[in-house]
């Protein structure tokens, strides 16, 4: 009898989670496709230093490359989600978004990386800032930046969303008697 009231209150969660989870994948979207839009059209032009793209800094490449894979597997995995067959693979989604967040993790720093240079340079190596030639670029580049953290804190959810669905399939281990009587002791 117990169980299955345990059952039944998780089950009423299962509409909740997939709403949810429905929910963060189709933010991740445009999200993703606006990052990479503001990072691919960013350029700016200095008559003194020359002009500055996007394709000049491996990283924000690396950025792109990144965005459009989550937006890729995002889009999928909508879609995967009604599908019955596949979302009985719950350790499918359980792996993707684990990888697809250190993949964003990732990118995320190596910008974090090249922002902090560009606003304040490394006096060691004699590189000085930049931001305040190309502000215009610095700052669509902290926009792209802002906008996959979100898109990284969406996947931080979607991480642990598909973690309870994945262990939520096993029962807890339970304890023998003797085990129970050690305990106590």
């Known amino acids: 009898m117990r169980s299955n009231l345990e059952n039944n209150s998780s089950n009423t969660h299962i509409p909740i989670l997939k709403f949810l ?6 933010s991740v979207v445009p999200l993703s496709v606006a990052t990479i839009w503001i990072t691919v059209t960013n350029d700016q032009e200095n008559s003194t230093y020359g002009t500055i793209k996007f394709s000049n800094l491996l990283g924000l490449k690396y950025m792109v ?13 909508v ?4 599908f019955k067959y596949l979302v009985s693979k719950a350790w499918i989604f359980f792996v993707s978004d684990q990888i697809v967040a250190y993949l964003m993790v990732t990118s995320g720093a190596a910008v974090t990386e090249i922002l902090y240079l560009a606003y304040y340079g490394d006096q060691k190596v004699t590189w000085s800032e930049t931001c305040s030639s190309y502000g215009k670029f610095c700052y669509k580049m902290k926009v792209a930046l802002i906008l996959h953290a ?5 996947f931080i959810f979607l991480a642990v969303i598909s973690a309870y669905r994945v262990f939520s399939m096993f029962e807890p281990p339970s304890l023998s008697s003797k085990e129970g009587e050690e305990e106590r002791t």
């Open 79 to 82: 879609v995967a989600s009604w």
């Open 150 to 154: 979100l898109v990284f804190c969406c």
């Open 21 to 26: 989870d429905c929910s963060l994948r189709l």
């Open 65 to 77: 490359f990144i965005s459009a894979i989550c937006a890729g597997y995002a889009f999928v995995a």
